[in-house]
């Protein structure tokens, strides 16, 4: 009995298989992430208005609920409101260009700069 070693077209066929997985694979989660069972329902219900980090786990954050803005302080362990403003105290002020935010804000910058 006499094994042959796997040629040119058994690879190339095993080679586009594993593409055509992977592609799969990347396009739903595209797809998932796009759609809204991936959201958390209402998104313009809560918004942020500002946001300070305190040490490594902790923050204060400025929301905004129901036309009445609230200052909560959000710990590892915890969640607690620590004054409720009837008037709202900070307008939201629109996003700068200057330095996009986090990781996807400065790849989304990166990759249009290569686009140009």
């Known amino acids: ?4 070693p796997a ?5 190339l066929s095993m080679a586009a298989s ?10 739903l989660g595209w797809l998932y992430s796009r759609s809204k069972l991936a959201g ?4 313009e219900a809560i918004t942020i208005v500002a946001s ?6 902790e923050r204060l954050m400025l929301i905004e609920v129901a036309d009445k803005q609230l200052l909560i302080g959000m710990t590892p362990a915890q969640v607690q ?3 409720v403003f009837d ?11 200057t330095m996009p935010a986090g990781f996807a804000g400065r ?3 990166a990759l249009q700069e290569i686009r140009r």
Do not use: D
């Not at 594993?18 to 396009?27: D, E, K, M």
């Open 1 to 4: 009995m006499t094994v042959t």
């Open 7 to 11: 040629g040119g077209p058994e690879l």
């Open 18 to 27: 594993l593409l055509v997985v992977v592609g799969s694979i990347v396009l």
């Open 40 to 43: 958390s329902g209402n998104s």
């Open 52 to 57: 300070r980090a305190l040490g490594a786990k």
């Open 81 to 83: 409101t620590l004054h």
């Open 87 to 97: 008037a709202p105290v900070v307008t939201q002020q629109p996003p700068t260009e």
């Open 107 to 109: 790849l989304r910058s």
